[in-house]
């Protein structure tokens, strides 16, 4: 071991020792009104992709089981059609025509960096970051007497290393960033990782081996800090890979016995089942440490799935129109699933909710309201996580890729369009969700109203300039 490693192996040990002082500072523990929460987020997992939610295909028996004995959406949204803008929107409350960050990559401003592209040569990008003054769940949620940790997949901190979760609002970091990634290729068996500042290094995966998939260590990092704070209120975040592109795991004995399925088929269903099966590992935790009626859990996708998945083979999209980076249902409507036993009824409800909602509704559950910002675009929701029902489809809800992609959801309305310069198309989302007739000629009148509202809710960036920028 070189004098380097050495050095941040000590780091990131220093680094957990402090947080395990810490997480001993707190003396009220969780109580089924006022719960721990652990938040999942999939990546570019598609709204069909689980069984609970149609799939023929693909095994998740454990996230299957919290849909079944929690309440399960089926008109839940992302905060956009692709990673950085939706967990933007998801940690700041805001819809992605007011967030800091409304695309993966910014027009102006920010910091730039370089990009691996899929052939593995690389490119400069510029990307936006979240700044001190931005407030996230983290924020609120700690400052309501909550432990708060980040595990694994951030994408808000561009190519600024201060921006990492742990100077956002987070107590514990452990995971990669934007700007270490691309040099850390392929991060499902990555050999670098973050806890807080400190790059450690996971020395089974040294030289490009396989041992130590990032899913599993992920999970270890998440069931290590439940286990330091099992005395104390906690809020866990855990951004898992899977099943993000390059699809890279080892294993895919699940799916082995599928001799028509490509290799691609196999590597995808398993990214997705070796997640269940880790998942299957956390909440396995929490029951062995009487955790789980002191615990929400919930469990969504940050958008839909991405071109290169087996759409069709795996039909990961339900068959709605559209896919990872567009506006379409496909793109943004998601899984979500809420499970807490004993408060959370087992049912499936047709209530509009995205992710905005997740900062007044988080806020909620912990008592920590009075720490909100004084704007956000969404909602509390949490009286439909516990059996009650109120109006979530009154109000619009909005997305954008700024000059490009645009979208709005309205009662049993949907316009949206998806290249620069379209018209807008207009579709009657409840009888056709799957977008496939478009009404705009037939009623002017609410393409209209629809567009005005699409001006009203959102505002100018300096980070997202465009020619003939909306006012």
Known sequence: MSNLETILMAAGALLVHQAQ??????????????????????????????????????????????????????????????????RCSLMTGRNSGNTRIRDNQCYAGGMTGLKINPRGDTTIVRRANLLPEDTTLATVISAGGYRTCLVNKWHLDGYDPQAAPNHRGFHEFYGWTIATVHSNAPYYYPYYRFHGDSLINIKENENDAHVRHNTELSTDDAIAFIHRNKNTPFFLFLGY???????IIDDTSWYD????????????AALVTHMDYNIGRLIGTLDALGLRENTIVIFASDNGAAVQAPLKELNCGAGLKGRKGQLYEGGIRVP???????????????????????????????????????KTDGMDISPLFYG?????????????????????????????????????????????PCEQNNVASQYPEMLKQMEEMMLQLRTPSPNYPFEGEIK
Request: glycine letters at 8%.
């Open 336 to 374: 979500l699933i809420v499970n807490q036993p004993g408060r959370v009824p087992a049912r499936q409800i047709s209530n509009l909710v995205y992710f905005p909602d997740f900062m007044p509704t988080l806020a909620a559950l912990t008592g920590s309201s009075k720490n909100l910002p004084q």
């Open 21 to 86: 002082a810490q997480s001993t500072r707190h003396h009220s523990p969780a109580t089924p009104d006022r719960p721990n929460v652990v938040f999942i987020l999939a990546d570019d997992m598609g709204y069909g992709d689980l069984a609970c939610y149609g799939n023929q295909y693909i095994k998740t028996p454990n996230i299957d089981r919290l849909a079944r004995t929690g309440t399960c959406f089926t008109q839940a949204y992302a905060g956009s059609g692709i990673s950085s803008p939706s």
């Open 388 to 432: 009650k029902d109120i109006d979530t489809d009154s109000r619009p809800l909005y997305w954008e890729f700024p000059g490009k992609q645009r979208a709005l959801r309205w009662k049993g309305w949907k316009a949206v369009t998806v290249k620069k310069g379209a018209p807008l198309e207009l579709y009657r989302i409840k009888e056709d």
């Open 241 to 247: 890979d899977a099943p993000h592109e390059p699809y």
């Open 257 to 268: 016995e599928q001799g028509e399925w490509t290799a691609n088929t196999k590597r995808y």
